[in-house]
């Protein structure tokens, strides 16, 4: 079992609720929880994740021209559909042999960057923190929220709120100020994202050799104007989450143990370095280290590799208690990597996706989500890892891999230094983000405002790069290719959630097979066929309830704040149901000029 | 498709959303684009097309660039 370990003994005689969320609000598609909650010892026992979405990409995918797989999967998401774009160039870019121009490379990271500054934003503080606004809390703990009307915001010169309550009602949806400004400032990232990637949230620049943004001086200035706007905003929300959570843990000690998981965390990379990267895979592990997020695998707090060919080789996808037939009897498509290594059956370079509709049973199969592990060499278990909703595995494998090094940023073997310029009117300032004691809700919900520091950081960097190359004259962002007849590529990237992989087959100039995996199949994963829980339900299991309402008046805030701590995104979870609306148009593209008369 | 029973596609999958042949916007005829140069660099005569022989920089410590 790679799971947490049971906790404390010396209990009551059980007193067991059933209690189900389905669906839950504030996440896109159909999540639902099921658990079963032991009151008397205020506990959560047992805890199923279950999607009831499929959608089918893997299946539709074969047979297109695969120069249009960016394009498509890009609609995957609603959110973060640029990701996919990005990391299916990647893969694209390794099946062709081509390499954009350094320009294009920053260009890219760039509405990255904006992505991650944008969607963290508008996830944290207009979803996130209606789980801790004054409203929750009082409808959900009275006595904390009156002990937090008499604490003192230790940080409070900085963000403006005199005591932690005050944080809490602006955190209120609709009417609290933080609320308003943090929509306000996704506005303003989303518009830097749109001069770099030309539309949100599904990019129309970027293709795969380069991207088609015009690489003038007033694109990265006003990209410039736009991000120093907000550089005061981050600097003020790393101080306000840091007073809310800190005081979780003063007001309800113990609270730690709530979403506290093994420290099993997982991160493939973000932001290629144009200098070293060349995408072809015998040196992915050369060019993956030096990504501006460095990739690695975390396992109780120890790094057990930061090589993406490791990694790329590590992955099963595994059938557990998923709606699919098993394909382990079709025909394998990569049966050794570029580098002549093995590639197993149950890796997504060989996987065929096979839908099989039923009941849905606790004991038997119950997600359309299916479950993604990574093999451990050394143990041969099949590690259920978790992105921590993102940034906590970015910042971790970053700060322990000390390989992050730039005029902005320090990875320091413990910790990372982010260091933010003068604002409008804060001073420039320097954030350190430690290693933190727990893999749990509060510090995966903590990490994602530093990482929005962290990209903020990134995006100055990219800026005085590009910069420099537009200033020698450089416009040159595209680098022409041809399709090969046949060609594997995998591209690994960090959505905003957290992993993201692409694997891609191509056949006669077609694509023979395509597998995104993004990170909500590694978090929202079912029970594998080893029993292994996937992270949301191992996450639930055994937390304590904090929550002062009996089971009748029970809302579940503790298992909100957890499973909601992880990001989830649906969509990107399930691999197209038609229900009795059915709808099909034909079309036909493209045919220039006419409807240009 | 596993075990559900699908119609039959009324667009065949690998309808081109390609047509080979576009090049890079900036790729093109140098001789009758001033400014543009082969190895991916422009200057500011780029942008205009009028008296272009007069938009270059007058000094060389100038940055010579297409005014965005």
């Not at chain 1, 005061?232 to 143990?257: S, T």
């Not at chain 1, 940023?409 to 320097?430: C, D, M, N, Q, Y």
Request: one cysteine or more; glycine letters at 8%; charged letters at 20%.
């Amino acid at each position: 079992m790679t799971t947490t370990e049971a906790r404390r003994a010396g209990r009551k005689p059980a007193q067991i609720v059933d209690m189900s969320w389905d669906p839950i609000t504030r996440i896109i598609g159909n999540l639902g929880i099921y658990t079963k909650i032991d009151f008397a010892n205020r506990e959560v026992v047992e805890c199923h994740s279950t999607s009831s979405l499929f959608r089918g990409y893997s299946v539709f995918m074969k047979g297109k021209d695969p120069r249009d797989a960016g394009f498509i999967t890009s609609r995957i998401c609603g959110i973060c559909g640029d990701n996919h774009t990005t990391c299916s160039n990647y893969a694209q870019q390794m099946a062709y042999g081509v390499k954009p121009p350094p320009l294009a490379e920053h260009i890219t990271n760039l509405g990255e960057a904006a992505e991650y500054m944008f969607d963290h934003t508008i996830f944290q503080d207009n979803l996130v923190f209606v789980d801790f606004c004054e409203a929750m809390v009082k409808a959900t703990n009275p006595s904390v929220l009156a002990r937090a009307e008499r604490t003192e915001a230790p940080r409070g010169h900085l963000h403006g709120y005199r005591t932690i309550a005050d944080i809490m009602r602006a955190f209120n949806p609709f009417e609290g100020e933080i609320y308003k400004q943090a929509l306000k400032m996704s506005r303003i990232t989303r518009e830097m994202f749109c001069l770099m990637e030309g539309r949100h949230v599904h990019p129309s620049t970027l293709y795969p050799g380069g991207v088609g943004t015009m690489p003038q001086p007033t694109v990265f200035t006003d990209y410039l104007a736009r991000l120093m706007r907000v550089i005061d905003f981050v600097k003020q929300a790393v101080a306000l989450n840091d007073d809310v959570f800190d005081f979780f843990y003063q007001a309800l000690p113990g609270y730690e143990e709530v979403g506290r998981r093994r420290i099993l965390l997982a991160c493939w990379g973000a932001w290629q370095n144009p200098d070293i990267v060349d995408y072809r895979y015998e040196t992915m592990n050369h060019w993956g280290k030096a990504m501006y997020v460095t990739p690695g695998i975390i396992v109780d707090g120890q790094l057990v590799t930061n090589n993406l060919v490791d990694i790329n080789l590590g992955l099963r996808i595994l059938l557990g208690s998923s709606y699919y037939d098993d394909w382990t009897s079709e025909e394998p498509f990569v049966t050794h990597d570029p580098l002549g290594n093995p590639v197993d059956i149950r890796h997504p370079w060989n996987q065929t996706t096979l839908p099989h509709p039923q009941k849905r049973a606790f004991d038997h199969n119950y997600s359309w989500v299916m479950s993604p592990r990574w093999h451990h060499p050394e143990t041969g278990q099949h590690l259920a890892l978790d992105t921590g909703g993102g940034p906590l595995a970015r910042l971790w494998s970053t700060a322990l891999n000390g390989l992050v090094d730039t005029p902005y940023i320090k990875a320091t073997g413990h910790s990372v230094r982010i260091t933010l310029p003068h604002g409008e009117k804060l001073p420039e300032t320097t954030l350190e983000w430690t290693i933190p004691q727990w893999s749990n809700t509060i510090e995966r919900d903590r990490a994602r405002p530093y990482f929005i520091a962290y990209a903020a950081a990134m995006a100055l960097q990219f800026l005085e790069q590009a910069q420099t190359l537009v200033r020698a004259g450089e416009t040159k962002v595209f680098e022409n290719f041809q399709v090969p007849d046949e060609a594997i590529g995998c591209g690994f990237h960090e959505a905003v959630r957290g992993v993201l992989s692409h694997h891609l087959v191509i056949k006669n100039q077609k694509i023979a097979n395509y597998h995104p995996y993004p990170p909500t199949p590694w978090n929202a994963s079912p029970r594998d066929p080893y029993g292994t829980p996937g992270p949301y339900e191992d996450a639930v299991q055994g937390q304590p309830i904090f929550e002062e309402n009996d089971p009748d008046t029970f809302k579940g805030v503790d298992i909100m704040r957890t499973v909601r701590s992880f990001d989830p995104c649906l969509p990107c979870g399930v691999h197209m149901y038609l229900g009795n609306g059915k709808t099909l148009t034909t079309t036909h593209t493209p045919t220039y000029g006419t409807d240009q008369g | 498709m596993g075990t559900i029973r699908v119609g039959r596609r009324d667009v065949k999958p690998d309808t081109p959303g390609h047509v080979s042949g576009l090049h890079q916007g900036n790729w093109g005829p140098y001789e009758r684009q001033t400014g543009h140069h082969r190895d991916g660099t422009s200057d500011a005569r780029r942008s205009t097309g009028i008296h272009w022989k007069k938009h270059d920089t007058i000094m060389k410590a100038m940055p010579n660039i297409s005014p965005g």
